[in-house]
């Protein structure tokens, strides 16, 4: 497998033992491919709480199918138990943001992409980046761990609003709330780590003429998601160690009855948990920039504006965190405060939404896979982005705070956004990943069913929101309020259950063109990103001599490129000069 | 079947299902903008042989024309918002005349201390019922919440009001009521295994039912 092809420009490997190749690698691209395995495993954790979730609200009280095989501390007779429901909504958020979608964003592609897209020979530090995966895989095994320790998993959400977290005597929580806690310190390591070998990478290792606004626009989201992550994941680590010690030692930091104070808890958590929110969505929107502009075959629209977007964004993302405290007990004052800066976010989102559009206009769309997902993730996150005002504009968030239209706000961004970019991005990296493509007819079929179900799940949930359902109630219908519109969560729950089955053809279209699926030819899809230089896979240390770069990302349809609809960021022309390179950092 | 909010029962509903229509069309304008742009680009410039992708970077006019519009209307929202949200949380608008019951939340119910006959809170003829919140209509009571142990949340959804209890905090809410009638209280935190059963039922009265009320529980003697 080593260097097999030999392009004059490709590195070349003494072979290694597959232990060295495919386990410890400190290859960027196999610690990528480790952890796009681990965290499809998590996502599919997440995804089958939420089927459990989601039989409960629909029909409490009924027997949950295949629920004989639980234990008698979760399921009895079938029927799902209170404290499981709440331990299920928990590890679902939980699994969900740390373990499947962080990690599938950050972990995966900012480690396959950015050494490949900015002409580097790997990461800055890669075995650190080795200890990042193992550290993530530990944080996962800790928290799944969880379940099966006696009283199991936390039961306080996934934003575990202390005293309930900080006090086993009314959570009925123990071990399971110290595993949450160092589950999350150990994840906090993997994410700081991880996030200083990009921003070492970007600023440093950027092939000769890789110019800052020369970068594509997947980098430049990653790299300010890296800088979100250093500094954010340090408070969640500060506040979990202070919420274990809570718990083990029997300080108070969070406890009121012995002088501490509950509303810190929500601000620690929050103001790691906003930025967080875009550590979660801004890869995202890089990586559907540049295949909404391949795809469109006509360069980004707005490419600057775009980047001061993301900056804006990033920048707006720290000083909006009080905005899920609206309801808290916060001096109103603030929640002015908040409101604004919140209200203010839909700027530099309307600008990317937007610029999307006009990238859109007047190109000569193809609507491969991975264009049909992007286009999915603007439409979807449009109406996530939207229904994020009503909330942010506080005296409308009375009423709807903590309510089943959060729950719906929140999947938009994160199913309709980020999952939906993800489908977009694996199908469109698969080949250079894994050297072949992935079926385009499945992944066709796959796009409109979970497109359709998708919506058939999520946008009710708006409705039953406004009907006033609160956020993790086990049984809506003892509540006269929300019984007439029970129906509604029984057709929510039928949508879920297909919209997870049909998730069964992306993971077939996965597995099965691992070993079936055609040889990718070396650039398919057309592109000019730097990673298409290479062969399918590339080899351990990507290129033989570095790249140089002549010249942006999105030349699409350039009238240099002659025939051709694109003009690869390597590709030289009679006319361009070689960049003069800079010279090297210390570290080599 | 309900696809709206719940029916007015407090003067905080007029005002906030208004500002919630006029975010609704703002925001199903935007939305509508977006949706019908992307599937007229998805069909009208659909890839045909021999055409070519027009060659652009972008125009600084565009740019400044959709971030100034969504700037200008959110800044506006922002300052209509805080108006209502000022009279609605701001403690200084809780009217003097305010009759005060206090609200204590714990795992998983809701005690409710009534002033008694002589209307004051915290004198000795003070009586607290459980799970049952009685109040008078057209009249301002404000709500003075605390809990026991965990975070809880006040939320009745007729009177558009909801409001976190914590403990350790002592934190003041408001409402008026403008029909009487019969409503449910939930909570809307998670506050354990129980939260979801953490229901008290509330009862909005004529004066005189009120009165009645308070005399009979007050002859009763507390709970």
């Given at each position: 497998m080593t260097a097999v092809a030999h392009t004059p420009t490709t590195a070349h490997h003494e072979p290694m033992s597959f232990w060295r190749k495919y386990i410890f690698s400190t290859d960027h691209k196999i610690i990528g491919i480790q952890f796009l395995f681990v965290s499809l495993f998590f996502l599919l954790v997440g995804g089958l709480l939420a089927m459990q979730i989601r039989w409960q609200l629909g029909f409490p009280g009924k027997p949950l199918p295949g629920g004989g095989i639980l234990p008698e501390t979760m399921v009895v007779n079938g029927v799902i138990l209170p404290e499981y429901y709440v331990q299920l909504v928990s590890m679902h958020g939980t699994f969900m943001v740390f373990f499947a979608i962080m990690p599938l964003l950050v972990g995966v592609y900012a480690n396959f992409l950015i050494p490949l897209k900015i002409g580097?020979?790997?990461?800055?530090?890669p075995r650190i980046n080795m200890a990042s995966f193992w550290l993530a895989l530990l944080a996962g095994l800790v928290m799944t761990a969880s379940f099966f320790v006696p009283n199991g998993p936390i039961r306080s959400g996934w934003t575990n609003y202390a005293p309930l977290a900080a006090r086993p005597d009314l959570s009925g929580v123990t071990v399971g709330q110290m595993l949450w806690c160092v589950s999350i310190v150990v994840l906090g390591l993997s994410s700081v780590l991880g996030s200083l070998n990009y921003i070492t990478t970007v600023i440093n290792h950027r092939a000769p003429g890789m110019t800052w606004f020369r970068m594509p626009l997947s980098v430049w989201a990653l790299f300010i998601t890296a800088i979100l992550g250093v500094l954010a994941l340090p408070v969640l680590q500060g506040a979990a160690i202070m919420l274990l010690f809570d718990n083990v030692l029997g300080t108070h930091f969070f406890d009121p009855v012995a002088g501490g104070q509950a509303l810190l808890w929500q601000h620690l958590f929050w103001f790691f948990g906003h930025p967080e929110v875009y550590i979660l969505i801004l890869p995202a929107m890089g990586m559907v920039s540049d295949i909404i502009a391949n795809g469109s075959r006509k360069p980004i629209f707005g490419y600057h504006s775009m980047v001061f977007a993301i900056i804006g964004i990033a920048f707006l993302g720290w000083i909006v965190w009080g905005h899920h405290m609206f309801m808290s007990g916060m001096n109103p004052t603030l929640g002015s405060t908040f409101m604004v800066s919140t209200l203010l976010i839909a700027v530099p989102s309307a600008i990317k939404v937007f610029n999307w559009l006009g990238t859109m206009w007047r190109g000569n769309l193809r609507f491969h896979v991975p264009m049909l997902n992007a286009i999915g993730f603007v439409s979807m996150f449009t109406i996530g982005g939207l229904s994020g005002i009503f909330m942010a504009a506080t005296p409308v968030d009375i009423p709807l705070h903590d309510t089943q239209f959060i729950v719906a706000h929140i999947h938009y961004v994160l199913f309709g956004g980020s999952l939906f970019a993800l489908f977009a991005a694996i199908t469109y990296w698969y080949p250079k990943m894994f050297g072949r493509m992935m079926s385009h007819r499945i992944g066709k079929v796959h796009f409109w069913l979970t497109f359709v179900f998708y919506n058939m799940t999520f946008f009710p949930m708006h409705i039953i929101g406004m009907g006033g359902?609160?956020?993790?109630?086990?049984?809506?219908?003892?509540y006269d309020f929300l019984k007439p519109q029970q129906p509604l969560n029984v057709f929510i729950s039928y949508s879920a259950f297909a919209l997870f089955a049909v998730q069964v053809l992306f993971a077939f279209n996965f597995l099965w063109s691992l070993k079936f699926g055609k040889k990718a030819p070396q650039n398919p899809w057309d592109d000019n990103g730097m990673e298409w230089s290479l062969p399918n896979p590339a080899p351990h240390g990507n290129w033989e001599r570095t790249p140089n770069v002549y010249r942006g990302p999105y030349e699409f349809s350039a009238p240099e490129a002659g025939d051709k609809d694109f003009l690869p960021q390597f590709v030289k022309l009679p006319t361009d000069r070689d960049p003069v390179p800079a010279p090297l950092p210390a570290t080599h | 079947m309900r696809w709206w909010l719940p029916d007015a029962g407090s003067t905080f509903a007029g005002p906030i299902d208004t500002l919630f229509l006029a975010i609704l069309i703002i925001t199903g304008i935007a939305l509508v903008v977006v949706e019908v742009g992307l599937v007229t680009f998805v069909i009208k410039y659909r890839a045909r042989p021999g055409r070519k992708a027009f060659y652009t970077h972008g125009s600084t006019r565009a740019e400044v024309i959709w971030t100034a519009i969504p700037a200008v209307t959110m800044v506006a929202l922002g300052l209509i918002s805080n108006h209502y949200w000022v009279l609605i949380k701001d403690k200084k608008s809780i009217p003097p005349n305010a009759y005060h019951v206090g609200v204590h939340a714990k795992q998983f119910e809701w005690q409710v201390t009534y002033p008694g006959p002589d209307g004051k809170l915290g004198t000795s003829d003070d009586f607290t019922v459980r799970n049952q919140l009685h109040v008078t209509v057209n009249e301002p009571i404000a709500v003075e919440l605390t809990s026991e142990d965990v975070i809880h949340s006040f939320f009745v959804p007729e009177f558009r009001l909801k409001q976190d209890a914590v403990p350790g905090m002592h934190i003041m809410a408001w409402f008026q009521a403008t029909k009487t009638g019969e409503f449910e209280l939930g909570c809307a935190e998670l506050c354990g295994m129980g939260h979801y059963k953490m229901r008290a039922r509330v009862f909005v009265h004529t004066p005189d039912e009120y009165k009645a009320w308070v005399a009979q529980q007050a002859a009763g003697g507390s709970e």
């Open positions: 580097a020979h790997d990461m800055a530090f359902q609160m956020r993790r109630i086990y049984d809506p219908t003892i | -």
